[in-house]
C-alpha cells in the first residue's frame, strides 16, 4: 500500500512540474473573488490578495501576435509595463500600469474589439487560510 501512495504522488507531483506554466496561466484566467477596484484593503477577500496596478488582459483566441503587439504598444505608451506574455494556454499578457493613468489605461485597452477582459492581477489561495 505504502508504495502505491508514493508512485501516486510521484506521478502527481511530475505532472504538476511538466504543466505548472500552464497550470498558472488557466488560474490567472478564472474568475476569483479580489477585492474591489478602488484598492481598498477593508474588502479584501478572504481567498485572493489583490496585486496593486498589475492586470491581466485576456485577448481572444483568435487575436493576432500583430493584435497583441499594438494592445502592447499602447500600453508601454501609457508609461506601462508588460510583465509577461501568454501565448499558450491563453493568449494576452500581464501589465503593471501606473497610478495616474490606470483606470483610463484599462478603460481604453477593454474596448479594443481583441480583449475579451482586462481584470486586476491577484494571488488566489484554493482553500481559505
Known amino acids: 500500500m505504502k508504495r502505491m501512495t ?3 504522488i510521484i506521478v502527481i507531483f511530475s505532472y504538476l512540474v511538466v504543466n505548472l506554466s500552464s497550470i498558472l496561466a488557466y488560474a490567472a484566467t478564472q474568475p476569483a473573488e479580489t477585492k474591489s477596484s478602488q ?3 477593508t ?3 478572504k ?3 489583490q496585486l496593486s496596478n498589475r492586470y491581466i488582459v485576456t485577448m481572444k483566441g483568435n487575436a493576432s501576435v500583430s493584435d497583441i503587439e ?3 504598444d499602447f500600453v508601454k505608451e501609457k508609461g506601462g ?3 509577461q506574455i501568454y501565448m499558450h494556454a491563453i493568449r494576452g499578457f500581464s501589465m503593471s500600469l501606473p497610478s495616474v493613468s490606470a483606470n483610463d489605461t484599462v478603460a481604453a485597452i477593454a474596448t479594443n474589439p ?5 481584470e486586476h492581477d491577484a494571488e488566489v489561495n484554493i482553500a481559505p487560510k
Open 6 to 8: 508514493m508512485m501516486v
Open 39 to 41: 484598492g481598498n484593503s
Open 43 to 45: 474588502n479584501e477577500s
Open 47 to 49: 481567498n485572493s490578495l
Open 81 to 83: 509595463q508588460v510583465l
Open 114 to 118: 481583441k480583449v475579451v477582459k482586462v
Open 70 to 72: 499594438h494592445v502592447i
